[in-house]
């Protein structure tokens, strides 16, 4: 694998989050299904946050940064430069500065004069001296490693902050809504007992943390295409620091001076080496962790299976039920890669072919499973958040995880089922709406749990799909530009939402892509 810094880090740190992981399956070689719900509580690790956090020492290199950040901003705007001068030969019209060279060197050279009348020279061209802004002396070289610094700084524990805050708002009960699954909080319980407790001692500090450090950043990101900045990309990663006449007169530079000095006393433990061996075992370990989250996910979503059975994670998994529905997982080899089989079945059996995968070229991983395996849907599984576009988010470090495979499984609830009688999602009856059906675009209805399932064609394609909607559901509010913004979006449907969703809830055909017209 080509791995940037920053993705060798993520890896560093998923390779200690996952071998929880490795330490259960190496314990538990076969069980039942009380005892996996036991360990959930109690030995196995399907979510986690860093619980040795220091947020003092967090808001203390926060303080420090902001009190340099006025001096940053200054030199962004104003830095110290140094003048390149050049000697060129240019037209005439583009000559601004004129010396003795230029007529020496003129009186020489005859190939340069445009003609010659009364015995006066008129020139072509002429020789003469430009003058190029130099900021690459080493003083500026400094401040842009410290900016990079500070930016790494904000930037890993912003997205660290912003997970604790997040989850904090996620697990808040609400048990008078409708929207929810009835198995929701429950699994959150059992996910992280007593984070909420535990969180609310250090939440203001935490809030407090993020908004300086996303003030941090917005005060610095925008200033980057500064000429300071853009034109010393390629400088040394590293620089011992000398106290130069720029870095201790200057009262700005002597802040940028006094906070890389800071930076380089903070002790922080040196990258280890990653090898081929140990991201095999970061992908085993994932795989399981995937595995686990599937049976986590079913067991909280109306399936049951015989409690007192015994499986095995690598060889076979229980068979869930729920009313008509028949859930079975599968683990199984495709070529090289290890997937897991999730076959749904009732009138008809949908098949999803579940791909866990630490690897960054999902395309060929896909198009390699499909030459082996047969199935109706393929669909990665990463612990990458950005690579959630061609990828379902699944990460021992968001809490979420399990509704998302909580979508698919709903997914294929819906297109093994022909009858529509059955409400996928609670226990009670579908009925057919007659108002909002149309000819080719039937659209049936829960008056429990307030599910629609849209039976529809698309106008670009003409292929078949179903989607969801909630009656009476309004999109959530947009935060303009906040962190909030992008998972309000990704919960706009509670997650029961069976293709991707716009802004407005709208579905968005998963044939052509874009929210278009049923038929």
């Not at 140990?278 to 595995?291: G, P, R, V, W």
């Not at 098949?351 to 030459?371: F, Q």
């Not at 209805?445 to 529809?456: K, V």
Request: glycine share 2%.
């Amino acid at each position: 694998m080509d791995l940037t810094c920053e993705q060798r880090l993520r890896l560093l740190e998923m390779i200690d989050d996952y071998k929880v992981i490795d330490e259960y399956r190496r314990k538990r070689k076969v069980l039942n299904y009380v005892q996996f719900d036991y360990d959930v509580v109690h030995g196995l690790t399907l979510f986690t946050l860093d619980p040795d956090f220091s947020f003092a020492d967090l808001e203390a290199r926060a303080d420090v940064v902001l009190s340099a950040l006025p001096a940053i901003k200054r030199i962004f705007e104003q830095p110290f430069i140094h003048l390149k001068e050049h000697d060129v030969i240019m037209p005439v019209e583009a000559v601004r500065i004129v010396n003795n060279a230029t007529l020496t060197h003129i009186a020489s050279h005859s190939e340069l004069w445009a003609n010659v009348e009364n015995n006066e020279i008129k020139p072509e061209k002429l020789l003469t001296r430009t003058y190029e802004d130099n900021y690459g002396i080493y003083e500026n070289l400094v401040f842009c490693n410290v900016v990079d610094s500070v930016l790494s700084f904000a930037r890993g524990n912003t997205k660290f902050l912003k997970e604790l805050i997040y989850t904090n708002q996620t697990i808040e009960i609400n048990l008078l809504e409708r929207v929810n699954h009835l198995n929701y909080f429950l699994a959150l319980g059992k996910l992280h007992i007593g984070y909420s407790k535990n969180f609310d001692t250090y939440y203001a500090v935490a809030l407090r943390c993020l908004n300086k450090l996303q003030y941090i950043l917005s005060s610095i990101v925008p200033r980057l295409k500064r000429p300071v900045y853009r034109s010393n990309k390629n400088r040394p990663a590293t620089l011992k620091i000398r106290k130069t006449n720029i870095l201790s007169m200057h009262k700005e530079y002597h802040r940028v001076y006094k906070l890389a000095k800071y930076f380089a006393r903070q002790t922080a433990p040196q990258p280890k080496q990653i090898d081929d061996a140990s991201i095999k075992d970061l992908q085993k370990n994932y795989y399981f962790f995937c595995q686990a989250l599937c049976v986590f996910a079913l067991g909280h979503f109306n399936f049951s299976c015989d409690e007192r059975k015994l499986f095995d994670f690598e060889k076979i998994m229980p068979r869930f039920m729920f009313k008509n529905w028949a859930v079975d997982l599968k683990p199984t080899a495709a070529g090289a890669t290890c997937v897991i089989e999730l076959r749904v079945e009732k009138d008809k059996p949908y098949t999803v072919v579940l791909i866990p995968s630490v690897d960054d070229n999902n395309k060929a991983i896909v198009e390699a499973v499909k030459i082996v395996m047969r199935a109706d849907e393929y669909v990665i599984l990463s612990p990458f958040e950005e690579h959630e576009r061609d990828a379902v988010h699944a990460d021992i470090a968001n809490i979420e995880s399990f509704r998302r495979l909580q979508q698919i499984i709903l997914r294929g609830m819906i297109y093994s089922d022909t009858e529509r009688k059955d409400c996928p999602f609670c226990n009670n009856d579908l009925t057919v709406n007659a108002e909002k059906s149309s000819e080719g675009n039937a659209v049936y209805e829960c008056g429990s749990c307030r599910t629609e399932i849209h039976d529809s064609h698309c106008a670009l394609t003409d292929k078949p799909f179903s989607y969801t909607k909630i009656v009476g559901l309004k999109p959530p509010q947009a935060d303009g530009e906040t962190w909030l913004t992008k998972r309000n979006a990704e919960g706009g449907m509670y997650f029961r939402n069976i293709t991707e969703i716009d802004a407005e809830n709208d579905p968005v055909c998963p044939h052509c892509g874009t929210v278009c017209q049923a038929k």
